[in-house]
């Protein structure tokens, strides 16, 4: 039960308000800001989007320059985080001639900033849910060319894996610690169905029962199976959430596939690992755009 016992523990600015909001989204600020790896400046707009009532809030990160249609990378963030752990690596790549996006899922975290779920109400559907909407919006964005990644960390790995199955028009795959053994991990922590309460207490979120449901029919490996496109697969050998074993596994699944072991580096890799993993990440997008 790795990834469920651990999965929780894990530049100046001038703000220009905007307080627009057209066409089902909300440009809410500018800014400028350093990247700290390529020191290049990149533009930052926070950019969220409507369904209905509820908000999914992101941000979009752009070179400074840039006026015209870039190749896109949606950054999905892992079990109780939000999509500002993706920012080092969206700076890096809006500093590399590429957008990117990285959003709050909907209950994805105490500190969400994306409204119309709370914790307990979160599942690997709706998170899909909220990918998919995000998918097609970036679509329409005059900054896309139309040419989309989705770079996921922990469980956004396992959620983008799952998206990309069944949609098409995914350019590619970078996923880094994917949480593959989350499925595994629910059916262990409770073998049977019936034995999951309403809610669960776990890691200062409470979790409902549909959160365990929906991971217990899932089989990650069929999924990674059916993408046929791209994909970066980046795993630590001391990642202790989620075991470099499943990875291993996924490497033999994906028809196309790229795979790196990073040593040392543990799930968040923190430290130097991280920007060894930047630079993986950058160089395979080079080699790989359309």
Excluded at 23 to 41: F, T, V, Y
């Amino acid at each position: 039960m790795a990834f469920l016992k651990a999965a929780g523990i894990i530049g100046a600015a001038c703000i220009v308000a905007l307080g627009l909001f057209y066409g089902g989204k909300a440009l809410i600020q500018n800014r400028s800001d350093n990247n700290p790896i390529g020191h290049e400046s990149v533009k930052i707009e926070e950019l969220s989007y409507f369904d209905g009532m509820d908000k999914i809030y992101g941000q979009v990160y752009l070179p400074a320059d840039s006026s015209g249609c870039l190749p896109v990378v949606i950054f999905c963030h892992g079990f109780g985080s939000n999509g500002q752990w993706g920012e080092p690596y969206c700076k890096s790549l809006a500093s590399n001639g590429f957008a990117a996006y990285a959003f709050d899922f909907r209950g994805g975290s105490p500190n969400s900033k994306s409204t119309g779920l709370q914790t307990e109400e979160m599942n690997i559907k709706t998170e899909i849910q909220d990918l998919e909407l995000v998918f097609k919006r970036i679509r329409k964005e005059n900054f896309c060319n139309g040419e989309i990644y989705l770079m996921g960390h922990s469980l956004g790995g396992l959620v983008s894996t799952l998206f990309a199955s069944k949609e098409k028009k995914v350019a590619g795959l970078i996923l880094m610690a994917p949480a593959f053994n989350a499925p595994e991990d629910a059916r262990a922590q409770f073998p049977k169905a019936k034995d999951i309460p309403d809610t669960v207490e776990f890691m200062g979120m409470t979790l409902g029962n549909n959160y365990y449901k929906e991971l217990y029919k899932l089989n990650p490996y069929k999924a990674a199976s059916k993408f046929k496109g791209r994909v970066l697969l980046i795993q630590g050998n001391a990642d202790k959430i989620v075991p470099v074993e499943y990875s291993d596994k996924a490497a033999g699944t994906f028809p196309n596939v790229e795979y790196k072991r990073i040593e040392g580096a543990n799930h968040s890799f923190s430290g130097a690992s991280r920007a060894k993993v930047i630079e993986i990440i950058k160089a395979w997008l080079s080699d790989n755009k359309l």
